[in-house]
Nanobody, 123 residues
Framework: VQLQASGGGLVQAGGSLRLSCAAS????????MGWFRQAPGKEREFVAG????????YYADSVKGRFTISRDNAKRTVYLQMNNLKPEDTAIYYC?????????????????WGQGTQVTVSS
């Protein structure tokens, strides 16, 4: 499985971006997926997750109400719509396939990771 993240860029505070994560390989539609981010000097943190059907979604408190995760299994792609961006959202964003673990919020339960896409929000 290979995951290719794209859609990052430079945006002003209050702006929007949509990230995409395209999967290759057979195993995508049956797996839960997540987005994480890592800012300079900080640990990687959970941003959002979505079940394999798309019926359940999960968000970090810091992005609730501003970010929306979705997926299109026919296109083998997961999206992260980010609205009302803030400078503290600046980070490299990674998509990952979830295979287990007791919580969505730990990166321990994820195996395959995309290469990351840079999001920079200016004030």
């Amino acid at each position: 499985v290979q995951l290719q993240a794209s859609g990052g860029g430079l945006v002003q505070a209050g702006g929007s971006l949509r990230l995409s994560c395209a999967a290759s390989g057979r195993s995508f539609n049956n797996y839960n997926m997540g987005w994480f981010r890592q800012a300079p000097g900080k640990e990687r943190e959970f941003v959002a997750g979505i079940s394999w059907t798309g019926g359940s979604t999960y968000y970090a408190d810091s992005v609730k109400g501003r970010f929306t995760i979705s997926r299109d299994n026919a296109k083998r792609t997961v999206y992260l719509q980010m609205n009302n961006l803030k400078p503290e959202d600046t980070a490299i964003y990674y998509c990952a396939r979830r295979v287990g673990g007791s919580t969505w919020y730990s990166d321990v339960g994820y195996d395959y990771w995309g290469q990351g896409t840079q999001v920079t929000v200016s004030s």
